[in-house]
């Protein structure tokens, strides 16, 4: 789940979070530095929190490439310089509040290219992304993201975001996850599933 700040981003959806909790769901929140400035307490209770994993979502939410390109209409970086600032300005913030280095890092707009994959693990971050967009970046409505989500299979990776309080991603997810959870559907951080 990604928790991106900016204009219109920085809230959160505690509805998402609390529902997480009630089902025993354990869930990777992928937090980027403009949502950290606006939810620094709030970090600290998720760090705690055993069910969730917290990630690195970078620091301006910028698609990360060492060509300046663009993703959903948002420019990325444009060098190798940008490419470590945009990962490891937030680690070091992550790292500071919370006392651990975050393990995974997924870019804004989940864009990266294969050089700034390959920053990313020389730095020692997995790059990230996802197989099932639940949300759109919490565009879509609620029967949206909940018949998105039910198309989940074992060894999927779900996006949906958590800093949009109002959109359909709280009611699409409390819709879905439940029933998944009653076909026998597992869910898990991606920390565990690669351990």
């Known amino acids: 789940m990604d928790f991106c700040g900016g204009p219109g ?21 992928f937090l980027n530095t403009r949502w950290i400035h606006h939810n620094q307490n709030l970090v600290q209770e998720l760090a705690a929190e055993p ?11 910028a698609p990360l490439s060492v060509e300046g390109k663009s993703a959903y209409g948002i420019p990325g970086t444009r060098n190798r310089h940008e490419v470590y600032e945009e990962i490891m300005s937030n680690d070091n913030l992550l ?7 975050p393990r995974f890092f997924r870019p804004g707009t989940a864009y990266l290219d294969d050089v700034a994959a390959e920053i ?21 409505s609620a029967s949206v993201v909940a018949a998105e989500t039910a198309k989940a299979r074992p060894g999927d990776i779900i996006i949906s975001h958590g800093n ?3 959109s359909g991603t709280a009611a699409g997810l409390a819709a879905a996850i439940p029933a998944l959870l009653e076909k026998g559907y597992a869910f898990t951080t991606l920390g565990a599933a690669l351990s």
């Open 95 to 101: 790292r500071k509040i919370t006392g651990k280095r």
């Open 9 to 29: 981003g920085s809230r959160t959806d505690q509805s998402v979070l609390n529902m997480l909790k009630r089902h025993g769901v354990p869930a990777t929140l």
């Open 120 to 140: 990313c693990l020389a730095l020692g971050v997995i790059p990230t992304g996802f197989s099932i967009n639940a949300d759109a970046g919490a565009t879509y």
């Open 51 to 61: 069910l969730f994993e917290l990630a690195n979502h970078g620091t301006r939410h």
């Open 164 to 166: 949009r309080p109002g």
